[in-house]
């Protein structure tokens, strides 16, 4: 079996998902080549090459990788999607955007976000926002999977310097001309990601206002944890979209999620349910996400969020 | 400029979902449906573009059962104009079969746009959108937030991981559409009773000559493991002293 995983990356590094993907693939078994497409973005490959289990790095290094447009990107996978049994990528916003137009190109069903390997075709995914797990088996003769990354360890780095697999160019695809890339407006913040944190301190519709997230923020300031939020915080304006967590936002699953002022609709905890320590605060005893919370405080927020603070002073 | 819009019909967001017990899947029977949340803001999206004068006409498709008769007359009290049912014998339709019927009936159609949702709650797929702007070669803009067209190009707004991005696309083109797009309105009861009278037409997979053999097999369907129930600490204290000694996370 060979394996293409496809990286998602800044130019200079891997985003987090990528070396979940490559555990994955090794769980599948076979030679992993990892494609890299962007612009500059060297760096990356040698970050590729250097991951425990990859055989082969492709740089495809061209102006119309840039941003990820998701046309090109598949124009270009498809140029060598013929040499694999598998294709992945994470399923983020990245993965999701372009995987699905290399899988219906190739005329396969796509899997979407399994967070399990149970064979070469025979995975597990989540559906109805994780309430459910399907094991499914696929017919088709190349697999085209995104990857959850909570349902996989990162793949370690093997320590040699320039890396152990081998770094090849591969020539771009013309560019299709269907998109331009206008730019990106990336929230900016010292804080780890969301999808990357050991620590989350996530707030709902509870935290009343956007400056009120202040003291969510020296909460996880204290702790080195990302800010996340739920979908009706975002809705009010709270905090910017790429701090939903949950069925349609990001799927998290770090060492401790502290939810604050979060009532814990099944949507929420489909973005988070399989944190390893869940701490809920919350001043209604009814809130749904006390059922998941294995420690819960039921107090006003504005109080236990800077006692909480202090005490960890 | 005409528009297409697909509606799926889904188990109600805010119902809990029942795993059978004999591990074929979920509980459907006597669950209450609704249409799938993004297509809601799919077909907002198309209303609100036809009263801003830049659409002349909305159709909405619906693949499935039946009953995605009444999904699509949702979608006509909303305010499409008329509605497609692809009637599927199947109730297993995966993506890129949906997808496929999807295109047969743009080329029938010849839209301009095609506005669909992001992901259905049900499958949480994600791919569907995506699927038939590739089969129709077309540009596409996945999780959009924002949409203004602009004679031969539309420019969209889209959710990315870390923040938003904005890209130029041609038309045609295929939309998928994220939350923050728009706030669907309620049906009115007037607008029911309009749309009882507005045309519904139904076709098969067959007359549109697509294949809709799933190409995925479900072995099997569970429930995901439980947590066990956790404990109320009585302040702040306590809590700290539970992450420290106990959970060991701090
Ligand atoms: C298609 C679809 C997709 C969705 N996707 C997502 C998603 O990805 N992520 C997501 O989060 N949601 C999602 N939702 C929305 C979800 O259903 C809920 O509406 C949302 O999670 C509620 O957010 P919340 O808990 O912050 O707000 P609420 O439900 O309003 O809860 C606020 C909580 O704060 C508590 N509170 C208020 N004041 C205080 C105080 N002073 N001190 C302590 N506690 C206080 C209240 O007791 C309450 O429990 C989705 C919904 C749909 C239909
Ligand atoms: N059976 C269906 N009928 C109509 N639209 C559908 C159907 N399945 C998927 N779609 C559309 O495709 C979107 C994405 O679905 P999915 O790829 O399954 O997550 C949905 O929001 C719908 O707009």
Redesign the interface.
């Known amino acids: 079996m060979s394996i293409l995983v496809i990286a998602e990356h800044d130019g200079k590094q891997l985003k987090p998902g990528t070396t979940n993907t490559v555990t994955a693939a090794a769980k599948i078994g076979g030679d992993i080549t990892v494609l890299v497409a962007g612009q500059q973005c060297a760096g990356a490959a040698q970050a590729a090459a250097k991951i425990a289990g990859v055989k082969k790095v492709l740089l495809a290094d061209a102006p119309q990788y840039a941003?990820g447009?998701?046309?090109n990107i598949?124009a270009l996978v498809l140029t060598i999607a013929g040499q694999y049994t598998h294709i992945l990528a994470p399923a983020?916003?990245?993965g999701?955007?372009?995987?699905?137009?290399?899988?219906?190109?190739l005329?396969?069903?796509?899997?979407?976000?399994i967070s399990a390997v149970v064979s070469a075709d025979?995975f597990v995914r989540?559906?109805?926002?994780?309430?459910?797990?399907?094991?499914?088996?696929?017919?088709?003769k190349v697999k085209v999977i995104t990857v959850r990354a909570t349902g996989f360890d990162a793949a370690a780095e093997v320590g040699n310097e320039g890396g152990s697999a081998a770094v090849e160019n591969l020539a771009a695809a013309p560019d299709t001309?269907?998109?331009?890339?206008?730019?990106?407006?990336?929230?900016k913040s010292d804080r780890p990601e969301l999808?990357a944190a050991r620590?989350i301190v996530s707030g709902g519709r509870g935290m009343g206002s956007g400056e009120n997230f202040k003291i969510l923020e020296a909460l996880a300031d204290k702790?080195g944890a990302a800010v996340g939020a739920s979908?009706a915080a975002?809705?009010s304006g709270f905090v910017?979209?790429?701090y939903q967590v949950g069925?349609?936002g990001?799927i998290v699953a770090p060492?401790?999620y502290i939810a604050v002022g979060i009532s814990g609709a099944?949507?929420h905890l489909a973005g988070m349910?399989d944190s390893?320590?869940?701490?809920a605060i919350n001043k209604d005893p009814e809130a749904p996400i006390?059922?998941?919370?294995?420690?819960?405080?039921?107090?006003d927020l504005f109080k236990?969020v800077p006692?909480?603070t202090q005490?960890?002073g | 400029m005409k528009v297409l819009v697909t509606v799926k019909r889904v188990?109600d967001?805010y119902v809990?979902?029942r795993?059978k017990s004999d591990g074929s899947g979920?509980e459907t029977a006597n669950v209450k449906m609704a249409m799938n949340p993004?297509c809601e803001i799919a077909i907002e999206q198309a209303v609100r573009m036809k009263e801003a004068g830049v659409v002349t006409e909305i159709v909405a498709v619906s693949i499935g059962a039946p009953q995605c008769q009444e999904t699509l007359r949702t979608a006509m009290a909303m305010g499409a104009d008329r509605g497609i049912l692809v009637e599927t014998g199947t109730t297993d339709m995966?993506?890129?079969a949906v997808?496929k019927l999807v295109k047969a009936i743009i080329d029938k159609e010849q839209p301009r746009l095609v506005i669909m949702g992001?992901?259905a709650?049900?499958?949480?797929?994600?791919?569907?959108?995506?699927?038939?702007?590739?089969?129709l070669g077309?540009?596409?803009?996945?999780?959009t937030?924002a949409i203004t067209v602009n004679g031969d190009t539309a420019?969209v707004t889209r959710?990315?991981?870390?923040?938003?991005?904005?890209?130029?696309?041609?038309l045609p083109a295929v939309i998928t559409t994220?939350?923050?797009l728009n706030e669907p309105r309620y049906v009115t009861l007037p607008n029911i009773m309009k749309a009882k009278k507005k045309p519904l037409e139904t076709l098969k997979p067959e007359t549109l000559g697509v294949d809709v053999t799933?190409?995925?097999?479900?072995?099997?369907?569970?429930?995901?493991p439980k947590?066990s129930a956790?404990?109320?600490?009585a302040?702040?204290?306590e809590?700290?002293a539970?992450?420290r000694n106990e959970?060991r996370?701090?």
């Open positions: 941003g447009v998701a046309e598949a983020t916003g990245f999701k955007n372009f995987m699905p137009r290399v899988a219906a190109t005329d396969v069903q796509q899997i979407s976000e025979t989540p559906i109805y926002a994780g309430n459910a797990l399907a094991t499914v088996q696929s017919a088709d001309g269907l998109a331009k890339f206008n730019g990106q407006e990336l929230s999808t620590i702790l979908r975002v809705d910017p979209n790429d069925q349609t990001k060492d401790l099944i949507q349910k390893k320590v869940i701490i006390f059922a998941v919370a294995d420690y819960w405080l039921e107090e236990a006692e909480l005490e960890l | 188990i967001p809990k979902v795993v979920v993004f995966q993506p890129l997808a992001k992901q709650i049900d499958d949480d797929a994600n791919q569907t959108g995506q699927m038939v702007s590739a089969l077309w540009p596409q803009s996945a999780f937030s420019d959710e990315i991981d870390g923040g938003l991005e904005k890209l130029t696309i041609k994220d939350l923050r799933p190409r995925l097999k479900t072995l099997k369907v569970e429930e995901p947590r956790g404990v109320k600490v302040d702040v204290k809590l700290v539970k992450l959970a996370v701090i």
